[in-house]
């Protein structure tokens, strides 16, 4: 866990919590969810039920691994994924979500996120991070943030419904 303070204006400082996610964080990491994901660019009207099961099923498995971002008691920020493990111990972490709420955006609290994962997972022998993203704006925040776009495989669906 680290404290982070920030500069809020006019001289006041938060105090943010750097951690690693907690069961109890759910419910509060859903809220975030649905407050990132309301407005543009995405407009996705997500219910308190979808967002819990996103991150209840990301975290479910033994290579889960999730990082928050907490002020006040309330999860602003999190970094949720999972560890792929590979032939000649390459392992890599899959970015399933992340997301900062609205309010907190353009503070450099993402950035500082992303570094306090990858801090956390280089301790797990963990040679890259690695995410499928969509929208112009958030391929620009990655590459901001020291992201490459690959293009060493295509995105391909199989549809099991019909239009």
């Not at 407009?43 to 967002?51: K, V």
């Not at 907490?70 to 997301?99: K, S, T, V």
């Not at 112009?136 to 293009?151: D, I, P, R």
């Amino acid at each position: 866990m680290i404290n982070a303070k920030f500069e809020a204006g006019r001289g006041d400082f938060m105090t943010f919590v750097f951690r690693e996610i907690q069961k109890e964080d759910y419910t509060s990491c859903a809220d975030s969810l649905i407050a990132a994901y309301a407005n543009e660019p995405w407009n996705n009207p997500w219910t308190l039920e979808e967002a819990l099961l996103r991150i209840e099923a990301t975290m479910s498995g033994f290579n889960a691994r999730g990082y928050v971002i907490e002020y006040e008691g309330n999860i602003i920020a999190m970094c949720l994924g999972r560890i792929d493990y590979y032939f000649q111990n390459w392992r890599q972490f899959c970015i399933d979500e992340f997301n900062v709420t609205p309010h907190y955006q353009r503070q450099g609290l993402g950035r500082q996120l992303f570094a306090f994962a990858a801090t956390q997972l280089k301790k797990e022998a963990i040679q890259q991070l690695f995410l499928l993203t969509g929208g112009a704006q958030a391929v620009t925040f990655y590459e901001k943030n020291g992201f490459l776009t690959s293009n060493e495989g295509t995105m391909m669906v199989y549809p099991l419904t019909e239009a």
